[in-house]
């Protein structure tokens, strides 16, 4: 892990250089647009072939479609007391989104005009289960929910073939959620198969979801074929912290998302030399400690970075820089800090609201703007499934009073056509 320090003048652009990455590499895109072209001409067959060679599993049409008796012997192996704790969490995480949701409406504007927004849930979504490095019931309850608040008619998952039967508890966040539609597909090819359909797979109108480079490269083809979450990257954590808060719980929270993948993002921010050399000191030492620490161990090694600033403002104007999926105001008066990001996927405020809290449990969803996307992008919820539809009612007398308006400006356009449709109801109001 690095240090870095700037408390003598801030130079973002030397923040920018110490954060550049390639997160794809052309031969990942070139890679997946091949699956994906082949997926969309030949089906089922190309699924199955993709299976055999990425996932050394025999699987055909028949056997694709996991079966609501198949999830729930599945989840029948979770541990009792995990299933309680999922059902808690999925409790906070629709109380959360249920308060996302926004009614249709519509106002009168004078001479008979009516005009409104008709909200609609988009009718089929589809979930991307990962299987590889870890299994995330968490992130089934996070995409999920938000869906069925917004009213999503049909949600398919798909899911790496031996996903299910080896992680129990991904299978009883399904049943506990009553998704009773899976398929055994993982890797672009399933990011193909929801786009585009297939023999066996439905098509779907929106992919969300966490996977590997190749699934985030497949969902970055197929947008505008259907919408997309977001193309997320690895997990990032940006602490802005002050002496008060005990080093090691900083560089638990670092390590925390460091396990997630060798290309995480985790950074602390200061105005305290003593407070940045500990946390130094103590990241080292909880390292040994971490199951994963081969992962973490590369992550710190290669993107970690303690910023040492000058002052709070600075940490802000780091922070808004950077835009990160998380951030932690670790400090005891946060508010100065935290009511000024303005770009994060999340913030989490106090030294007692560490990012995991907001992984499992809190409420909001944690599938989150990464890759400095958060100056744009906003985290997944009901909104995201959600068409909104624009009403107009125009009466004669509108178009009597307004109509030779929009004639000229359609004729100031060059749009003769345009000007006539109006000119016609005009002779008729």
């Not at 909200?119 to 995409?143: E, F």
């Amino acid at each position: 892990m690095r240090i870095v320090d700037l408390s003598a003048e801030l130079n973002l652009n030397e923040v920018d250089s110490l954060l550049a990455s390639d997160d794809f590499q052309q031969n990942i895109e070139n890679t997946v647009h091949e699956i994906i072209e082949d997926v969309r001409r030949r089906g089922d067959e190309a699924l199955c072939d993709y299976t055999k060679r990425f996932d050394e599993f025999d699987l055909t049409p028949e056997s694709m479609r996991v079966y609501e008796e198949d999830i729930h012997r599945y989840a029948s192996d979770a541990d009792d007391e995990l299933v309680e704790i999922l059902q808690q969490a999925a409790k906070n995480i629709r109380e959360f989104h249920n308060q996302q949701v926004e009614d249709s409406w519509e106002y009168y504007a004078g001479d008979g005009i009516r005009l409104g927004v008709r909200q609609t849930p988009i009718q089929r979504a589809g979930i991307y289960i990962p299987g590889g490095k870890a299994a995330y019931p968490s992130s089934v309850l996070m995409n999920v929910i938000p869906a069925q608040v917004a009213g999503v008619e049909r949600i398919v998952a798909v899911t790496p073939p031996r996903a299910l039967e080896e992680n129990p508890l991904v299978a009883a966040a399904l049943k506990l959620l009553n998704l009773n539609e899976a398929y055994r597909i993982g890797g672009a090819q399933a990011i193909a198969a929801l786009a585009y359909g297939t023999q066996t797979v439905p098509q779907v109108h929106k992919i969300v979801g966490p996977g590997n480079p190749y699934v985030q490269s497949a969902k970055r083809h197929v947008y505008g074929v259907v919408d997309i979450d977001m193309v997320a990257g690895p997990s990032e954590v940006a602490i802005v912290a002050d002496e008060t808060c005990d080093p090691a719980w900083i560089a638990a929270d670092l390590l925390a998302q460091a396990e997630h993948d060798e290309m995480a993002g985790v950074w602390l921010i200061c105005w305290s030399r003593e407070l940045a050399a500990s946390v130094f000191d103590e990241v080292q030492v909880q390292l040994d400690l971490l199951d994963r620490n081969d992962i973490a161990r590369v992550a710190v090694i290669d993107r970690g970075i303690i910023f040492i600033v000058q002052s709070e403002d600075d940490a802000i104007a780091i922070v808004n820089h950077i835009a990160p999926e998380h951030v932690e105001v670790l400090m005891a008066e946060p508010d100065h800090v935290s009511d000024n990001i303005k770009n994060a996927g999340a913030v989490f405020i106090g030294r007692y609201a560490p990012t995991v809290v907001g992984d499992y449990f809190a409420g909001p969803s944690h599938v989150l703007p990464t890759n400095r996307t958060a100056r744009f992008f906003s985290p997944l919820g009901v909104p995201d499934f959600v068409k909104r539809t624009s009403v107009i009612r125009y009466s004669g007398r509108a178009i009597e009073r307004f109509g030779e308006m929009i004639e000229k400006f359609a004729i100031a356009e060059g749009l003769t056509g345009h000007a006539k449709s109006i000119t016609i109801r005009r002779h008729k109001a």
